[in-house]
């Protein structure tokens, strides 16, 4: 026991680590070739991710009795932070691919962290907070392999190689006030594309020799986004309980946001050369076209979502929890409208996403069972990607599940709290009509720790 409390010490340091490491995982998936690459999977706080990404309208008194989580996707939210809290989590995916001509099976693994986040109340009586934190949006990193055969007999190996991907730092403010809590997140985007193509003749029958050549395009980009949040509640029933001073509500809230358009600038570097490459060792021979920081600028579309959660709430002298939380929100985004990279538009369509999530909690004040002071959880979502790879739409649909589990027992005279946060996810990119299909599975750890900081001292 005193090992696994020693290792629980340890996540925020490892979550860290994951942050300041830069990853070097192979995704070799064709979908991270276009747009901005593969979307992070439901890139949000563990508790939404574990009810399949419900966020818009899940508040933070939702998240258990004590302790608390960020829901970064939603700064509305931020007013009803009530502790300052340190939120991190990261995943590890397994991702199979399957292509159908020519027929093919891959597989790869990879670790990526999803966010770290600080929340703050500024002003707990005018129910005013904030947040900041940086969480990576999408990553590109591949290697594929393409052998062809044109008509002089004469055959051609590519190798396409790209990485990079989009990042995001923010900042958000949030204010509550009785039925209704506003908030903004600000910050910005920034990332890296990078795509070589290596080209060799792998056999010539009238014996003529060929260099290969080396195509790259290198582009860094960035800008500022601003994404603004509400949320709205309301009780619709309530059965009080006076003799044991008890009572349990029932309460309908509302969830939207808006991720504004967005354009960033970038700077590109642009090689075309020939020479000796291996996987190893690049020696370059003749440059036949070189330029750096081409100017350029990329669109990014914005992006809405609205959802809508009913919750029990059961109310004693010992506080308040919400014992169970059904939600469903609706997102989209307008990728083949609006999105362009250095004027030119690419394989993407507009997407959508429905998600349907349910958590329940026994009773948080049952300190006497463990079990029933966790939050379990369940979700589905399913919608069409924003990459069309074959513009046949790519459809995704996932299953999750996941709990919320409190490290430290609970003390009246204490106000820290830590929960572990786990997340899994199974599900499906493609369908029959794809020549492409991906299924992944996903585990996800976050971790919470939620104190009552920057108090001035009374005694000393």
């Avoid at 790869?108 to 907070?129: F, H, Q, R, T």
């Avoid at 570097?269 to 081409?294: H, M, Q, W």
């Avoid at 996810?425 to 939620?450: A, D, K, P």
Wanted: hydrophobic share 35%; charged share 15%.
């Amino acid at each position: 026991m005193l090992f696994a409390k020693k290792i629980i010490r340890l996540i925020p340091l490892l979550g860290l680590v994951c942050f300041l490491t830069p990853t070097q995982a192979q995704i070799n998936s064709p979908f991270s070739r276009y747009g901005l690459g593969n979307a992070i999977l439901n890139n949000q706080n563990i508790n939404s991710q574990a009810m399949g990404g419900f966020s818009s309208a899940y508040t933070p008194s939702m998240n258990s009795s004590f302790g608390q989580s960020v829901n970064i996707n939603n700064p509305a939210t931020y007013g009803s932070i009530y502790m300052t809290t340190f939120d991190l989590g990261f995943s590890l995916t397994s991702a199979s691919l399957k292509s159908t001509t020519p027929f093919g099976s891959y597989t790869s693994n990879y670790l990526v962290p999803n966010y770290v986040a600080i929340g703050i109340p500024i002003n707990k009586v005018k129910k005013i907070g904030m947040a900041f934190g940086l969480r990576p949006l999408t990553q590109i990193n591949y290697s594929l392999n393409e052998l062809k055969i044109i008509n002089t007999g004469d055959s051609v190996y590519n190798n396409f190689i790209g990485q990079g991907g989009l990042n995001q730092a923010f900042i958000g403010f949030g204010k509550s006030w009785k039925y209704l809590s506003l908030g903004f997140n600000t910050g910005y985007n920034f990332g890296r594309r990078k795509i070589e193509n290596i080209k060799s003749f792998q056999f010539n029958p009238d014996s003529t020799f060929f260099y290969q050549s080396l195509s790259s395009t290198n582009t860094v980009f960035g800008g500022t986004f601003f994404h603004l949040g509400m949320q709205s509640e309301f009780p619709i029933y309530s059965s009080k309980r006076p003799k044991l001073n008890e009572s349990t509500e029932y309460l309908l809230g509302f969830g939207a946001t808006a991720t504004l358009d967005q354009s960033m600038s970038g700077k590109q570097d642009i090689l075309r050369n020939t020479g000796n490459y291996t996987s190893t060792v690049e020696t370059p021979l003749d440059t036949a076209f070189f330029k750096t920081n081409i100017p350029g600028t990329i669109f990014l579309p914005a992006e809405y979502t609205a959802g809508i959660a009913l919750h029990k709430k059961e109310v004693s002298s010992r506080g308040s929890f919400d014992q169970w939380v059904l939600g469903i929100e609706y997102s989209t985004r307008a990728w083949k409208d609006k999105y362009q990279f250095y004027g030119q538009q690419d394989l993407v369509s507009n997407s959508w996403t429905l998600r349907v999530g349910a958590q329940y909690c026994p009773n948080a004040f049952d300190f006497q069972n463990y079990w029933s002071t966790v939050v379990y959880r369940l979700g589905f979502y399913t919608g069409k990607d924003y990459i069309n790879i074959d513009n046949n739409g790519l459809k995704v649909t996932a299953f999750t599940t996941g709990l919320s589990m409190p490290i430290r027992k609970y003390r009246s005279y204490d106000y820290q709290f830590s929960l572990l946060n786990l997340a899994m996810q199974i599900g499906q990119r493609g369908s029959s009509v794809n020549n492409y299909r991906e299924g992944f599975i996903q585990f996800s750890v976050g971790y919470s720790l939620s104190d009552v900081w920057f108090n001035k001292r009374k005694y000393d």
